[in-house]
């Protein structure tokens, strides 16, 4: 899965998606980021989880109890 994840990050050209592109870490590019992110052992973020949904064609739902109120987050597996 992981693979898929980084190869259809790799296809994303310039100018990349704003779902990409605001959720890059400070000083990342996009190409070290995918890099670093094919290394077994890295967890994934909000960008691995809207790709995935696009690769995959379907919808991912998270819960996150980490807050006072937990949250829901949807990622949509359309393009």
Known sequence: MRSCICDHLDTLKEPYPFWFTALLPTGNSASG?????????EWISATELRAAAIVFGINIFVFSAHQKTPTWMLYRGEK
Not at 36 to 41: F, I, L, P, V
Request: aromatic fraction near 12%; proline fraction near 0%.
């Open 33 to 41: 980021y995918i890099k670093g992110m094919r290394m077994s052992g």
